[in-house]
């Protein structure tokens, strides 16, 4: 007979070979989990850095790849139904602030259709621990910060944003009407190695080791909360672990705490608590490439913010754990992987 104290979890993460997917299996198979990992290796970016990661994973012996859409109707019922898996997380969606406005029928689809298959997966084979990701772009014009979990959040700025925040609620549904505890995080400007090349960190870098110039845009006049991969992994790791259950009293819920009170449901930031001038964060990257930057100096992107800063307060009282990895650090450690990937 099998021991259950000695079986390991079985974990499914979507959206696994992509840049927060692939750290996280690689956290989770360390930590002795089975892993199945499904990812639609769009071509939304170079396919090839995709299959990379996917190919990494795939020398473990604990890990499983399935290459689908989670959109396909069936094909996430039918996965949970073959799998149960003790643990989902949920990364896979159609990212991008300034993509959704050009193509917003791909976050319809990804991040819309394909969450409300996994909630119905959910519901008809439910995990110990639902775990989706949100992103700080739901606090949309929210100007009051360091923005908090219990801060209101109904002014997106961008469609990305949008589908993002009817996650938050149509998950919040599912918890009331099925009991299923569910962790929504708050992603803060991620940033490390093998990271999207539609942002920021890998496009400054690339140019400026090109020699190209690189749009500043608000004339550097923003602010980020950048995250660094493994610190937001680590938090993930954490709140496997924190699962919510439905207080039993509305005067239960501690002061500070998103917890639902009709429903198994939270909601929490990942990021540095660390807001950073763009200028500075530029400056970190031609410090670490050694090189200085041609700057392109651009007026504000539509759907874009000033400005962003988690309160990392509730992580913190939740899993004892706060993000700590400085931006020269962590960009270092960006810069040493890119030249390394491409050799130059």
């Not at 999207?196 to 690189?214: N, S, Y």
């Amino acid at each position: 007979m099998t021991d259950p104290a000695t079986t390991p979890r079985t974990a499914l993460v979507t959206g696994a070979a992509g840049f927060i997917g692939y750290h996280l299996c690689r956290r989770l198979l360390a930590d002795g989990f089975r892993l199945i990992g499904l990812d639609s290796l769009n071509d939304y970016y170079d396919v090839a850095l995709k299959d990379r990661r996917r190919a990494m994973l795939m020398q473990s012996p604990g890990f499983r790849f399935v290459h689908a859409k989670i959109e396909d109707p069936g094909l996430l019922m039918g996965l949970m139904a073959e799998e149960r898996p003790d643990i989902v997380v949920h990364l896979a969606a159609q990212a991008g602030v300034r993509y959704s406005i050009d193509q917003p029928r791909a976050y319809l689809e990804a991040n819309l259709i394909g969450s409300f298959e996994l909630l119905e997966a959910a519901r008809a084979y439910p995990p110990q621990h639902l775990l989706m990701a949100s992103t700080s772009s739901v606090y949309g014009a929210n100007t009051e910060m360091p923005y908090k979990e219990t801060a209101k959040t109904d002014s997106q700025m961008s469609f990305y944003a949008a589908t993002k925040k009817a996650n938050e609620a149509m998950a919040h549904s599912y918890a009331h009407l099925y009991g299923l505890p569910i962790t929504m995080f708050r992603f803060f400007t991620v940033y490390g190695p093998w990271g999207r090349p539609d942002m920021a960190l890998f496009k400054f870098t690339k140019a400026i080791l090109e020699g190209a110039p690189i749009d500043v845009f608000n004339h550097g006049d923003m602010q980020r909360d950048f995250t660094y991969v493994e610190d937001l992994v680590q938090g993930i790791r954490l709140l496997i672990d924190a699962a919510p259950v439905r207080p039993a009293s509305p005067e239960a819920i501690a002061p500070g705490d998103s917890l639902s009170a009709v429903a198994p449901w939270r909601v929490v930031n990942i990021g540095n608590s660390e807001p950073v001038q763009l200028m500075d964060f530029i400056r970190a990257i031609e410090q670490a490439t050694g090189r200085k930057a041609r700057l392109n100096m651009m007026p504000m992107q539509a759907g874009d913010v000033p400005a962003t800063w988690a309160d990392g307060t509730l992580l913190q009282g939740l899993t004892g754990y706060r993000p700590c990895t400085a931006v020269p650090e962590g960009v270092a450690q960006f810069v040493a992987w890119y030249r390394d990937y491409f050799q130059v």
